[in-house]
């Protein structure tokens, strides 16, 4: 992440967060729950995800969901939507 990214970073979302907690928001989606999250697959990630503000090769990034915090580019939720051409 270069010295602007990491300033114009906002605070990540904390995984407690209620509304993280309803869409099964975890920071590392190969810990993703495979029985609630059926369709779940590996490669989907918040860095590829449609939502993601960021670049697909980004630590961290603005999410839509989360309004003022970033998510990991490795995390994962519910919500998850393959991005066009990542």
């Known amino acids: 992440m270069s010295?602007?990214?990491a300033a114009a970073s906002?605070?990540?979302v904390d995984v407690n967060d209620p509304v993280a907690k309803s869409l099964g928001y975890v920071t590392d989606t190969t810990k993703?729950?495979?029985a609630s999250n059926?369709?779940?697959a590996a490669t989907q990630k918040c860095a590829n995800c449609v939502?993601?503000?960021g670049k697909a090769t980004d630590k961290q990034g603005a999410c839509n969901?989360?309004?003022g915090k970033d998510v990991v580019g490795p995390g994962w939720?519910?919500?998850w939507a393959q991005k066009p051409g990542a």
């Open 51 to 53: 939502q993601f503000q």
């Open 65 to 67: 969901l989360f309004p």
């Open 38 to 40: 059926p369709t779940h």
């Open 77 to 79: 939720c519910k919500v």
């Open 32 to 34: 993703v729950d495979k």
């Open 10 to 12: 906002q605070p990540l």
């Open 3 to 5: 010295e602007a990214q």
